[in-house]
């Protein structure tokens, strides 16, 4: 018997992708499964006689190639960080010349995610790469109404929309917005968002999952969004190009390709615009009790 937790592939698809089991709900005079994706932002259901419950060993297999891309991921966002520190830290201090004792700010970020167990994957990476952040888990269909209240609350930098989604061609043609599972509720809470911050170097906005209908989540405002080939995204991608954005001077742009080279999706699952950084600049500090709390406090 199949239940709620339990991983599971979906034979039809050759278990291709590992689901975790939400719901279980009657349809039809049978049952179906609600599943999320547990390492892709993606939501669908299955009839439970279309699902196989995938054992410990095949998921240990797994997510050893999992874990391996992110830390491959990882290792390279680090670098990329480093090397904007340095890069900083010399056009600061004139080229070494001058001891300056400086600080850094990095842009805040208010993350709402549909999922609670991607929103604590991702509220631990980015503390790994030491970005200030809020998590906040919203089913996908409140964000709109809550967006508004929680910008006003905790005055971000940086807004990530995200959750899960899906294309269904069953619904309508691919361009179709009301085919898609919520990418309709993501362009509402972009939407929203952008009532109350219209520019979009005043509030950088990633918004989308997996499949999500990437035009519509551009033209509503969003600086960078999914899926431009209704791709999967991996769960941690809008970290590392929220990431790039918060460790970014304001004063220097960032570029597109730039920000998509580190991420495991890439171009197919993830597209943007030209935007600003976020990163200040600050002097002096005296203590350094006083710059971890310039640099951290929120």
Request: glycine letters at 8%.
């Amino acid at each position: 018997m199949i239940k709620v937790n339990d991983i599971v592939g979906r034979k039809s698809y050759d278990c291709d992708i590992y689901f975790r089991v939400i719901d279980i709900l009657e349809h039809d005079g049978g049952k179906i499964a609600i599943i999320f994706g547990e390492d892709i932002r993606l939501e669908a259901d299955a009839p439970l006689s279309d699902l196989k419950v995938i054992g410990e060993d095949e998921r240990a297999t797994r997510n050893m190639y999992t874990d391996t891309l992110v830390n491959q991921s990882n290792h390279l966002i680090s670098q990329e960080f480093e090397r904007l520190r340095h890069k900083k830290e010399y056009e600061v201090t004139d080229g070494y010349r001058q001891p300056i004792d400086y600080f850094q700010i990095p842009g805040k970020v208010l993350h709402l995610d549909g999922d609670p167990s991607y929103l604590e994957k991702c509220l631990t990476l980015y503390k790994r790469i030491g970005i200030p952040v809020h998590g906040e888990h919203c089913k996908e269909r409140e964000m709109p109404y809550k967006v508004g209240e929680l910008l006003d609350q905790y005055r971000p930098d940086i807004l990530v929309i995200t959750g899960h989604d899906s294309y269904s061609k069953s619904k309508g043609a691919i361009n179709d917005i009301n085919a898609y599972r919520h990418s309709k509720d993501f362009v509402m809470a972009v939407k929203e968002a952008r009532k109350k911050i219209h520019h979009l170097d005043h509030l950088v906005i990633f918004a989308g999952a997996c499949q999500s209908h990437f035009e519509s989540l551009i033209v509503a405002g969003a600086n960078f969004a999914s899926s431009p080939s209704r791709v999967n995204i991996h769960a941690l991608d809008p970290v590392y190009i929220v990431g790039k954005i918060s460790l970014t001077p304001f004063m220097d742009h960032v570029n597109v390709w730039e920000v998509l080279r580190n991420t495991l999706t890439g171009e197919k699952g993830l597209g943007g615009v030209e935007s600003k950084g976020v990163l200040r600049i600050g002097m002096p500090y005296h203590t350094n009790e006083a710059k971890e709390k310039l640099e951290t406090d929120d």
